[in-house]
T-cell receptor, first 116, second 114 residues
Framework: GAGVSQTPSNKVTEKGKYVELRCDPISGHTALYWYRQSLGQGPEFLIYFQGTGAADDSGLPNDRFFAVRPEGSVSTLKIQRTERGDSAMYLC??????????????FGAGSRLTVL | KQEVTQIPAALSVPEGENLVLNCSFTDSAIYNLQWFRQDPGKGLTSLLLIQSSQREQTSGRLNASLDKSSGRSTLYIAASQPGDSATYLCAVTDSGAGSYQLTFGKGTKLSVIP
């Protein structure tokens, strides 16, 4: 696609529920990132995929968070047993990733998650 | 652990003024530094990318400089316009772990008054 697409744009759920957030990166981009942005803060790194594999998941806050990218394109961020503190904007970004250090990231519009 | 600080947190200027946004980072071992723009409730738009070997980058009315050794960057906006009103975020690409993850500052919220 022309840009990074994220769905849903808004998600309201109840505490304890399961949530999936989807990211469709730019076609051909091998690198995919998830970030989380709380109100008034800068985005914080969650996980990085290079192709199908999670090359760095050091930013995932706990084992309730999990992400997959089974075919090296679309990625899904999964949150189990949601808590109010999970409320944030979840941002996805992709890049060609072929030249280390020259990675201009293209971000999607984000998925705003609200846990009641 | 890399920390990025942006000063000021908010800035209000009259239309037409030139302005400077500041960014500092604690670890100079970076691949690059990027400036992003974020409109309320929206995603991020990349404005300028400066490689660690470069000193500055320019795009239109925007000029970003990088002093890697002192851990500082500035974003200069010339002849500001109301449409420039947004939050501006600075981010560095850390070289650790090979993931090229970005570490962001909290941003500077800019308001340009007509």
């Amino acid at each position: 696609g022309a840009g990074v697409s994220q769905t849903p744009s808004n998600k309201v759920t109840e505490k304890g529920k399961y949530v999936e957030l989807r990211c469709d990166p730019i076609s051909g981009h091998t690198a995919l990132y998830w970030y989380r942005q709380s109100l008034g803060q800068g985005p914080e790194f969650l996980i990085y995929f290079q192709g199908t594999g999670a090359a760095d998941d050091s930013g995932l806050p706990n084992d309730r968070f999990f992400a997959v990218r089974p075919e090296g394109s679309v990625s899904t961020l999964k949150i189990q047993r949601t808590e109010r503190g999970d409320s944030a904007m979840y941002l996805c970004a992709s890049s060609s990733g072929r030249v280390p250090g020259a990675n201009v990231l293209t971000f999607g519009a984000g998925s705003r998650l609200t846990v009641l | 652990k890399q920390e990025v600080t942006q000063i000021p947190a908010a800035l209000s200027v009259p239309e037409g003024e030139n302005l400077v946004l500041n960014c500092s980072f604690t670890d100079s071992a970076i691949y690059n530094l990027q400036w992003f723009r974020q409109d309320p409730g929206k995603g991020l738009t990349s404005l300028l990318l400066i490689q660690s070997s470069q000193r500055e980058q320019t795009s239109g009315r925007l000029n970003a400089s990088l002093d890697k050794s002192s851990g500082r960057s500035t974003l200069y906006i010339a002849a500001s316009q109301p449409g420039d009103s947004a939050t501006y975020l600075c981010a560095v690409t850390d070289s650790g772990a090979g993931s090229y993850q970005l570490t962001f500052g909290k941003g500077t919220k800019l308001s340009v008054i007509p």
